[in-house]
């Protein structure tokens, strides 16, 4: 991690300019940064997990004036044509290429100086105002910018598996996502158990709104938990062992995956699926509409993430990078960007 | 496998007794036989696809009189009063024990004699009538009985999971449940595409009512498919890739799996999952007033099992079980047991 400058393209008819305010580390940028995900063009700033001040528009641009609070998620445009785009689902866009990510995309030199997208760990952004988010006033803008990647990759699956209220909602995981899903999960209605390799989290756990904590290690608290619940949200960024918690499911449980795990899994036993008709779906963030209606919820249920906040310095990204995947953050690392990335 | 006498339960007040006419083989049998899903109790009488006519009612019987045509599929019996059973999916009974699988399912000596349930590869079978399925009029008998397994675990997923007309479905594995997913997701109206390691099934998929065969072995063929399927029906019996076809779905596409498969698979990336939205999915058979759904649905349909005939001989199911596990059969055996067993 370097200091490193570079252009964004002018300002368009449709652009906004925002001035970055706070940049969130997730868990993607140390994938990339890895080439876990495959190979990237450098050198690459990545980030997307953005909020700042409008400082321009374009011409054309209606939904945004200079001075609203603005967010940015993880892809900054789409093919708007294909039939994934059309649904409101841009972020499975089946157009050329796909959706383009926030960072490390290869996009056209004349919208992306030096051909690849870059990211918010930066002063500032340009982005076409369609993908661009409004940031409800009532919510602090640093702890809300792990919302859009970690919010609304919980909020997403939520809604599209048929997470209710009055579930039994399971969270593998408690990080930066893990502990999103328990918010959200609690704000809509569901009772919450957390599973943690250690009691280490509980307290934590129990604050962050879960009901119930069970430490996974454990063989008795595990088969304690066995079919009682409906839905898992399981959000371990490496592989892992997933059959102890499949045992966890009522009939007709859902299981779903959104650690973008590059290794197979290797103890997914189809009888287990079988014996009580349980799904095991992945998911990919959110759509921008439905990014949008995920702030809104958690503005109305004053949801925002648990931060650390960091200086844009190289060596305090690389330690936080560190602790980040040593799962030792409560519960997501915020970059403040505007304070200290001066011109 | 040897001719063994046993004896069933005299008839009670509910029961339906039934002298065998026809009895599929099923793969579950052989697995059973080979202790793939625990050790059971011997001597061990398989076989839960039977079909037969009812020659003795108990007193309370109401659905049934002498004379008629019956079925019996994968269970006998189940608690009747957990919340499984009680929305009509006994196959998931949660009480004790679980339903009362059809065979090797350990039980009252007094239901039982010997103490575990005996199947289908015999002359007579005597089952609670509420446990019996009517077998419509139109429909072969020898040709239906492999409807109370294979039909049904096809019918079952295919309405929980959401197939619907219009749908493009593949399905992986042309055996004994493949080729019956052939014919009833055709008749759903969805066009279907087959699987097959070689080309050697072609004709016969196309003639069973789909309207692709892909060559599962061959990369050209296998990527023009890719992002083409709604809903993949996987039946194959053993550990087999899984990511080639998860290639060839849609996003939000399903996949469903219903081979026993004791291992656990070891080629599910998450990330395959994510990228797509895609749900993997497990089902087990399917509750007792669905199986009669199926039965009225293939009798509408006119759908029945393609099958081979051999005598209740144990070399002649020895040799049978030998070309099942080869996969060489069109597409299912099914013993005649009334004709060969003779008292």
């Excluded at 940064?33 to 409008?54: S, T």
């Excluded at 004349?110 to 369609?130: A, C, F």
């Excluded at 009691?199 to 608290?221: I, M």
């Excluded at 009682?228 to 009522?250: E, G, K, W």
Aim: charged share 20%; net charge neutral.
């Amino acid at each position: 991690m370097t200091k490193h400058q570079f252009f964004r393209r002018a300002v368009g008819a449709h652009d906004v300019h925002i001035k970055i305010s706070y940049s969130g580390i997730c868990h993607s940028d140390i994938h990339t940064a890895k080439d876990e995900w495959g190979a990237k063009k450098y050198p690459l700033v990545v980030g997307h997990e953005i909020i700042g001040n409008v400082v321009a528009v374009g011409a054309s641009v209606t939904k945004f004036k200079v001075g609203d609070v603005a967010g940015v998620g993880c892809m900054t445009d789409s093919c708007r044509s294909c039939g994934d785009c059309k649904q409101g689902e841009e972020q499975y866009c089946s157009g050329e290429g796909g959706m383009h990510g926030t960072y490390g995309s290869d996009r056209p030199e004349s919208l992306h100086p030096g051909g690849v997208t870059q990211g918010g760990y930066s002063s500032d952004i340009v982005v076409d105002e369609n993908y661009t988010l409004r940031v409800p006033a009532n919510l602090n803008c640093a702890a809300a910018a792990p919302l859009l990647c970690a919010g609304i990759t919980c909020y997403s699956p939520f809604k599209h598996y048929g997470l209710k209220a009055g579930m039994a909602l399971g969270v593998v995981g408690l990080g930066g996502l893990g502990h999103m899903a328990v918010k959200i999960g609690a704000a809509m209605g569901c009772k919450v158990t957390v599973f943690s390799r250690s009691p280490a989290k509980k307290e934590a756990a129990l604050g962050l709104g879960a009901s119930s904590y069970v430490v996974s290690s454990s063989e008795e608290e595990m088969k304690a938990a066995q079919g009682s619940l409906d839905f898992i949200y399981d959000s371990v960024a490496f592989p892992h062992a997933m059959t102890p918690y499949m045992a966890t499911l009522r009939r007709d449980g859902t299981y779903v995956m959104v650690g973008g795990i590059p290794q197979p899994m290797t103890d997914i036993v189809p009888f287990a699926l079988i014996a009580k008709r349980i799904k095991l779906g992945g998911s990919l963030i959110g759509g921008i509409k439905e990014t949008q209606e995920m702030l809104d919820f958690c503005s109305k249920h004053n949801i925002t993430s648990d931060i650390e906040l960091i200086p844009a310095d190289p060596s305090a990204v690389d330690a936080a990078w560190e602790r980040a995947t040593a799962g030792d953050v409560k519960f997501r690392f915020v970059i403040d960007t505007q304070a200290t990335l001066k011109e």
